[in-house]
C-alpha cells in the first residue's frame, strides 16, 4: 500500500499493554471480537503489505493522521463499500483511544490520527423477506425429523420468526430467560441491555416440545446435540444458529436466507400490522428509531401503486 511510512512499523516485543487485545477485550460479546478483530487484522495487512499479518503487537501508537487518513483513502480505492470502510475505521479509532488510555501516545496525537470522517452512503436494506410459507416449509421439515435437533431447531425457528432476535441473542438465551405464563423470553442485546420479547402460542407450543427433549436444568435454551443426539449443556454460537437455519432451509427446498432475514421479516409484518415505530424498536433492541425504519416495507409499496396509476398512451405493443 503507498502509504507515508509509519517509522519503525514492524512489531517489537512489547513490556507495555497491547493496544489491540485490550480493545478486543473491551468488548461485550464473542462475535464482537471476532468481528473487529477481522477488521484491525486487515487494517494491518494494508499498512504492512504482509499478507498473514494481524493487529497484535503491531506499533498502532506510532500511526499519524497522515497515515491514518491514507487507510482511509486506500480502503475505498481498493473496492471497499462506505458500509465496510466505515467499520474499519472504528475499529481503527477504538485501538488508538486504547493505545492513548494506556499513555502510548498523547492525547493530541490520538486526536488527530482518529479524526477520521466516516464515508456517508444511503443504500437499500439488504437481504430478504422470509415467507409464512418458507417458515411452515421449515417447521415441516423439522417435524419430520424426529430426533431432538428437530424439536430444537422447530422451536429455534419459531422463536426467531416471532421475537426478531438476533443470532447472537437468541444463542445466548439461558432457561431462566423464558416465562412460560407471560409468553415471554429476556433477551440480552447489544451493550448488554435486556428486553422482554413476547412468543406467539405456536412458538411457545414448540418451545415445551424442545424443553420436554431437554429437561429443566439451569443453562443454555438451545445446546449443541451431537450425531448420537446427545445434548450438550453450554451455549450455541451465533454462527451455529445461521448453520442450522440455512440447513433447514435447505432441507425445505427453500432459497438461502440467514437469521438476519428472520428479524427484517418480524419489523416488516409488525410495522405492516401497524404497530407503532417505537414499540417495534422497543421488541428489536435497536438504539435508534430510525434504524428499524429502514424495514418499513409500506413506502415501498406506496411508491409502487403510485406507479400504477400511470398509463403509457396508445395501443399495446404487438406481440
Known amino acids: 500500500m503507498d502509504t507515508p511510512a509509519v517509522p519503525d512499523r514492524s512489531p517489537a516485543p512489547r ?5 489491540y487485545n485490550a480493545y478486543l477485550d473491551a468488548l461485550p460479546s464473542p462475535e464482537s471480537k471476532r468481528t473487529m478483530r477481522g477488521c484491525l487484522d486487515r487494517v494491518a495487512r494494508l499498512i504492512t503489505g504482509d499478507p498473514d499479518a494481524t493487529g497484535a503487537g503491531q506499533p498502532w501508537e506510532r500511526l499519524r493522521y497522515e497515515h491514518t487518513v491514507r487507510l482511509r483513502t486506500v480502503m475505498r480505492e481498493q473496492g471497499w463499500s462506505p458500509a465496510h470502510v466505515n467499520k474499519h ?13 494506556l499513555g502510548l501516545m498523547t492525547g493530541e ?3 488527530r490520527a482518529a479524526d477520521l470522517p466516516a464515508f456517508k452512503h444511503t443504500r437499500l436494506p439488504a437481504g430478504d423477506h422470509v415467507p409464512a410459507e418458507v417458515l411452515a416449509a421449515c417447521l415441516d421439515a423439522c417435524d419430520d425429523d424426529h430426533s431432538p435437533a428437530g424439536r430444537r431447531d422447530g422451536a429455534m425457528l419459531a422463536v426467531l420468526y416471532s421475537t426478531g432476535c ?6 445466548g438465551l439461558k432457561l431462566g430467560d423464558f416465562d412460560r405464563p407471560a409468553r415471554s423470553l429476556r433477551v440480552r442485546g447489544k451493550g448488554d441491555k435486556e428486553r422482554l420479547v413476547y412468543l406467539t402460542a405456536e412458538a411457545v ?10 429437561g429443566k436444568q439451569a443453562g443454555p435454551l438451545f445446546c449443541p446435540i451431537n450425531k448420537a ?9 451465533g454462527q451455529a444458529v445461521a448453520d442450522i437455519v440455512a440447513r433447514r432451509l435447505t432441507s425445505a427446498g427453500a432459497s438461502k436466507r440467514t437469521p438476519h432475514d428472520f428479524r427484517r421479516t418480524f419489523i416488516g409484518e409488525l410495522l405492516d400490522a401497524g404497530v407503532d415505530l417505537a414499540t417495534a424498536q422497543a421488541l428489536v433492541g435497536h438504539a435508534s428509531p430510525a434504524t428499524t425504519a429502514r424495514y418499513d416495507r409500506r413506502p415501498e409499496r406506496r411508491r409502487r401503486e403510485a406507479v400504477d396509476r400511470l398509463r403509457i398512451p396508445g395501443a399495446p405493443p404487438p406481440r
Open 229 to 237: 443426539g446427545r445434548l450438550r449443556l453450554s451455549h450455541m454460537t
Open 109 to 111: 496525537d490520538y486526536q
Open 15 to 19: 513490556s507495555a499493554p497491547d493496544p
Open 166 to 171: 438476533r443470532r447472537a441473542e437468541l444463542a
Open 205 to 214: 407450543q414448540r418451545l415445551d416440545l424442545w424443553l420436554s427433549e431437554r
Open 89 to 101: 475505521l472504528v475499529a481503527l479509532r477504538r485501538v488508538l483511544k486504547e493505545a492513548w488510555r
